[in-house]
């Protein structure tokens, strides 16, 4: 009887772990299916603005601390720490010799949990009148509404053409 009653115990407290475990397993999944949409919200609501016109999609998305790699080889191939060295080491070369902003057409947007991760073609014309095309894979790894860390992959020839042979707008 002793052996009965210790194992019917046993069972209760696995079956009562068990059932806070699944409890546990579906809070975490809501939380985050929870993130995942405010972040791909974020994300969709910043490239919608940049399609509509606005320019400034770093500033709107990204950290000030964040870090940002572009993959592959060539002069802009690196990480950059913090907005203000992106920016200027590496956006600012490319949009300075374009007469206008980057024309975004975003393809997907995938979200889960912290991860945002965007296709698009990107185009606009040089400083000297030629069209200029790109495609673009962003992958963003969020944090409190914001980009904390982002890898892009792009045709890094087509950027350093632009650069090595259109002159940067005087205004």
């Known amino acids: 009887m002793r052996s009965y009653c210790v194992a019917r115990r046993m069972t209760k407290s696995a079956s009562s772990l068990l059932v806070a475990m699944i409890l546990l397993a579906a809070t975490a999944q809501a939380q985050c299916l929870e993130v ?36 592959g080889s060539g002069p802009v191939a690196g ?56 495609q673009f894979v962003w992958i963003f790894r969020m944090a409190n509404g914001v980009v904390i860390e982002a890898e892009a992959f792009l045709d890094l020839v087509a950027y350093q053409q632009v650069v090595d042979n259109n002159a940067p707008r005087t205004k």
């Open 36 to 71: 995942t949409t405010q972040n791909e919200s974020i994300v969709r609501r910043a490239f919608d603005n940049w399609i509509k016109g606005g320019t400034n999609i770093f500033a709107e998305l990204l950290a000030s601390e964040v870090r940002w790699t572009i993959h």
């Open 79 to 134: 990480t950059y720490f913090g907005l203000k060295d992106f920016v200027e080491r590496a956006s600012a070369p490319l949009v300075s010799r374009l007469k206008g902003p980057i024309t975004p057409k975003v393809h997907h947007i995938w979200a889960v949990g912290d991860t945002v991760i965007v296709r698009f073609d990107g185009s606009a014309t040089t400083t000297s009148g030629a069209p200029y095309a790109n």
